[in-house]
C-alpha cells in the first residue's frame, strides 16, 4: 500500500476562504498576522468548519481511495490551536470515523511532524510540496482550477489514482 497524506483547508473543505471572509466581514485585517491570530484564538472552529464547502465531493473520493485499498490514508493538516485540530478531528470522524488524522502546528513543517520518504503528500500550498519532494516524497498540487504547475496537478482527490 502507499502511503498517502492528504491536506485539509484547501483541499477537503474551502476553509480558509470561510475565515478570510468572516475577517473582512468583521473589520479585521487577515494579512496582520497579530489580528488573525487573536481571530482564530476565539473562533467557533466547528461553525466555521460547518460554514465551509467540499472541495469537489472530496469527502466521496476519499471513501473511494480507502475502499481501493491500494493507499494508507492520513489526513496532514495544520493548525493554529487546539480547538482547530478539535474541531477538525470531529468533522473529518462524523463523516469517515476510520480515517487517520494528523494535526501539524504552525510552528512546525508536514515534513517534520511525518517521514515524507516515498509518500505522497496532495496539498493546495506549494511551499509544502517542495519540501516534501526535498524529503523525498511524490508532491500532487491541488488546484480547482488545474493552472500548469511544476507538480502534477488534479482538481479531484479521483484524479491520484491516475498519477500514483
Ligand atoms: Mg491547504
Known amino acids: 500500500m502507499k502511503k498517502l497524506y492528504i ?10 476562504k470561510t ?4 475577517m473582512d466581514e468583521q473589520g479585521i485585517d487577515k494579512y496582520n498576522p497579530k489580528e488573525a491570530r487573536a481571530f482564530y484564538r476565539v473562533l467557533d472552529w466547528n461553525q466555521a468548519l ?3 464547502h467540499e472541495i469537489n ?5 476519499i471513501r473511494q481511495l480507502i475502499d481501493s485499498g491500494q493507499y494508507e490514508i492520513n489526513i496532514l493538516t495544520h493548525i493554529v490551536c487546539y480547538e482547530e485540530g478539535v474541531a477538525k ?7 469517515i470515523p476510520e480515517l487517520s488524522v494528523i ?8 515534513t517534520e511532524v511525518v517521514n515524507a ?12 510540496l517542495k519540501e ?27 484524479d491520484i489514482r491516475n498519477i500514483y
Not at 475565515?19 to 468572516?22: E, K, L, P, R, V
Not at 465531493?57 to 473520493?61: A, F, T
Not at 494535526?103 to 508536514?110: C, G, T
Not at 520518504?117 to 509544502?128: C, F, G, R, S, W
Open 132 to 158: 516534501w519532494k526535498e524529503h523525498g516524497g511524490f508532491g500532487i498540487k491541488f488546484d480547482e482550477h488545474a493552472r500548469v504547475h511544476e507538480f502534477p496537478v488534479i482538481t479531484s482527490l479521483n
Open 50 to 52: 460547518k460554514d465551509s
Open 7 to 16: 491536506d485539509f483547508d484547501g483541499v477537503i473543505l474551502d476553509s480558509i
Open 103 to 110: 494535526l501539524v502546528p504552525k510552528e512546525f513543517s508536514k
Open 19 to 22: 475565515t478570510y471572509d468572516m
Open 89 to 95: 478531528i470531529n468533522y473529518l470522524h462524523e463523516r
Open 117 to 128: 520518504k516515498d509518500a505522497i503528500l496532495v496539498d493546495d500550498y506549494t511551499e509544502n
Open 57 to 61: 465531493h472530496s469527502l466521496d473520493c
